[in-house]
């Protein structure tokens, strides 16, 4: 299983940012698919998570009514796109597949990551 994470960089407070992550490798419909971020010296940390329905969405307190996860079945392919982003957003964000309902937001139950995207918020 290959995740690819794009989109980040360098934006202003208030501005908008869409990162997507391309699945190929084999079907992950089973999965549920979720998005984490670590800050440097940090703890990673979880953001979103949805399956690929999209009938069911997961959001962190931090980030509610500021971004929104969905996917694209087509395209194997899930985004988080990131409204009203301030400077505690700046991180390095990870896509990541977890096969579990019961491990949803933590970082030690999934299955696979992609390699991280950088996003910084300047203030």
């Known amino acids: 299983v290959q995740l690819q994470a794009s989109g980040g960089g360098l934006v202003q407070a208030g501005g908008s940012l869409r990162l997507s992550c391309a699945a190929s490798g084999r079907t992950l419909s089973n999965y549920i698919m979720e998005w984490f971020r670590q800050a440097p010296g940090k703890e990673r940390e979880f953001v979103a998570a949805t399956n690929w329905s999209g009938g069911s969405t997961y959001n962190a307190d931090s980030v509610k009514g500021r971004f929104t996860i969905s996917t694209d079945n087509a395209k194997n392919t899930v985004y988080l796109q990131m409204n009203s982003l301030a400077p505690e957003d700046t991180a390095v964000y990870y896509c990541?597949?977890?096969?579990?309902?019961?491990?949803?937001?933590?970082?030690?139950?999934?299955?696979?990551w992609g390699k991280g995207t950088q996003v910084t918020v300047s203030s």
């Open positions: 990541a597949a977890d096969s579990s309902l019961l491990s949803i937001g933590s970082p030690r139950g999934v299955d696979y």
